[in-house]
């Protein structure tokens, strides 16, 4: 269940500013004549609604910092940029009140921006912040960066894509998760969901996304129960079953929620799965109702 956090991590590391280097002393006296010194450097405050040809994580200089035009390849697509307002003497670090606030200022517009939650596409949200040196010269955004990733699993790597994300999510998306083939281990758990077409027999199904309270990270089975809990009512909903004690002889369940970095973050969005572990189907179960998720009596 865990994730791979690096690049939400690392853009909170290295996320560009444009601080700037500019010289606090005049060039004087032995020029015919005095040259007024440079002004110091401003805040600067990256664009929103731009597209940018590398992500952060792989640690890109202050220097490069240079937007383009989304309908031209690119990694990252820059949703909105915020401000933060409480008063620090340094940027928010991961498990701040202020970062969370952020990302759930981020998560709300980027499902805006999508056309639904983000994390039923195989999308990932990253918060950026300005550096310790930008924050010192007065920068104090945070800005919502949105990546194309090949799978919601594990592992997963930033596609570089042509096209705004904008509305990516607005049916019939490439990106929605759908369909899945689960691929268990010798023990009969899920290792991996692997995106296929409804028309592919497959086992598993994206149901939807369950929003868990804040508290803190589930370390022990009793803690985890309640994201059980919630992913079935979620999936009772999506198949159009009674959420009732019935629903686990229908079908099994697969919970994916963030990894303990990104909840440390404020990532509270829980993907959950229907997963027919006894047997395959072609097409999709959305509103199968009872006749289509019979009470299984094995």
């Known amino acids: 269940m865990q994730r791979a956090t690096r690049t939400l991590t690392a853009a909170l590391a290295v996320a560009a ?4 280097c500019g010289a606090s002393h005049g060039l004087d006296g032995d020029l015919t004549d005095d040259w007024p010194a440079m ?28 937007p ?3 309908a031209t390849p690119h990694r990252v697509e820059t ?4 401000v933060f307002t409480a008063e620090r003497n340094e940027p928010p670090p991961i498990a701040s009140p202020e970062l969370r606030t952020a990302f759930a200022d981020c998560d709300q517009r980027t499902n805006g921006y999508v056309g639904d939650n983000w994390r039923a596409g195989r999308l990932r949200l990253a918060v ?5 040196a930008g924050w010192a010269a007065g920068s104090r955004w945070y800005r919502c960066d949105l990546m194309e990733v090949t799978t919601a699993e594990a592992g997963a790597k930033v596609v570089t894509r042509s096209g705004s994300l904008r509305n990516a999510l607005r049916p019939p998306s490439p990106l929605w998760l759908g369909c899945q083939q689960a691929r268990t281990n010798r023990s009969g758990v899920v290792q991996a969901l692997v995106q296929v077409d409804c028309a592919e027999r497959h086992n598993a199904e994206f149901a939807g996304v369950w929003q868990a309270p804040d508290r803190p990270y589930p370390a022990n089975g009793a803690e985890w129960a309640p994201f059980y809990a919630g992913c ?4 009772a909903r999506y198949a159009g079953l009674p959420d009732s004690t019935d629903l686990l002889y229908r079908t099994d369940l697969v919970v994916r929620p963030p990894s303990a970095g990104r ?3 404020g990532d509270r969005g829980v993907r959950c799965y229907l997963w027919l572990s006894d047997r395959q189907v072609t097409g999709s179960l959305k509103g199968a109702g009872p006749a289509g998720l019979p009470v299984r009596t094995k």
């Open 263 to 265: 909840w440390r973050a």
């Open 68 to 70: 383009v035009d989304c």
């Open 39 to 66: 002004a110091a450097p401003g805040a600067f405050t990256p664009a929103a609604e731009v597209c940018h040809e590398a992500d952060f994580a792989d640690a890109v200089p202050v220097a490069a910092y240079a």
């Open 128 to 132: 950026a912040v300005p550096s310790g």
């Open 232 to 235: 079935r009512t979620v999936l």
């Open 79 to 82: 949703v909105h940029v915020g």
């Open 17 to 20: 500013v444009l601080a700037g």
